[in-house]
């Protein structure tokens, strides 16, 4: 069964230091990988996602994540951290084939940033 | 303007009452699917749906039901409420395409007392 890890429930970094959030998939064929993130009192807003092709996937706000299959990761990271990416994010992941309706969704990563 | 819309967004109940939370989308979407979020467990997939008649359960279906009667509409249905279902509940859709991302509505916060 498909499962995702997300590392750490909290992460605060302080305005414009890097922001990297972890996201781990165990899944015996690479599955599609989303990143979404959600604004306080808001539904889920997709930021990028990885399906095939080039490794290094950019999205919007300036985020970005890069697959690594050997190492069954898709963290997301921003070089520059901003007051306005507090939030919380989480990683899902879709699996290939089937009726593919299914998306599992790690336990989510909030996200501080101090002045 | 593309978007999936939730009602009601907020709703209190009592056990055993039975209540629809109503969901729709006006993107012609293929798939839609119904998720709970709870503190510390992210978000759990329901049910979803592939097309119009064309349903199947996600990872907590238990004390829920579902109906796509129509392509825009995707009603959740909580037949007899119990308080464990007191949870945020989101809808969402996508077009078809296993690699494509999916379209959020607002929420509906529900307490079951």
């Known amino acids: ?115 | 303007e593309a978007q999936v819309t939730q009602n009601p967004r907020y709703l209190i109940t009592v056990t055993g009452k039975k209540l629809t939370v109503t969901c729709s989308q006006n993107m012609n979407h293929e798939y839609m699917s119904w998720y709970r979020q709870d503190p510390g467990l992210g978000l759990r997939q329901i049910y979803y749906s592939m097309n119009v008649e064309v349903t199947d359960k996600g990872d907590v279906p238990e004390g829920y039901k579902v109906s796509r009667k129509e392509k825009r509409n995707f009603p959740l249905i909580l037949e007899s409420p119990s308080p464990n279902q007191t949870s945020l509940y989101f809808c969402a859709s996508r077009p078809g395409g296993a690699g494509m991302g999916q379209y959020f509505g607002p929420g509906t916060r529900l307490l079951v007392l």
């Not at chain 1, 995702?4 to 064929?29: F, I, K, P």
Request: proline residues 4%; glycine residues 10%; hydrophobic residues 35%.
């Open chain 1, 1 to 115: 069964a498909q499962s995702v890890t997300q590392l750490g429930s909290h992460v605060s970094v302080s305005e414009g230091a890097l922001v990297l959030l972890r996201c781990n998939y165990s899944s015996s064929v690479p599955p599609y990988l989303f990143w979404y993130v959600q604004y306080p009192n808001q539904g889920l807003q997709l930021l990028l996602k990885y399906t095939t092709g080039a490794t290094l996937v950019k999205g919007i706000n300036g985020f970005e994540a890069e697959f690594k299959k050997s190492e069954t990761s898709f963290h997301l990271t921003k070089p520059s951290a901003h007051m306005s990416d507090a939030a919380e994010y989480f990683c899902a992941v879709r699996r290939r084939g089937g009726s593919q309706g299914n998306l599992i969704f790690g336990k989510g990563t909030k996200l501080s940033v101090k002045p």
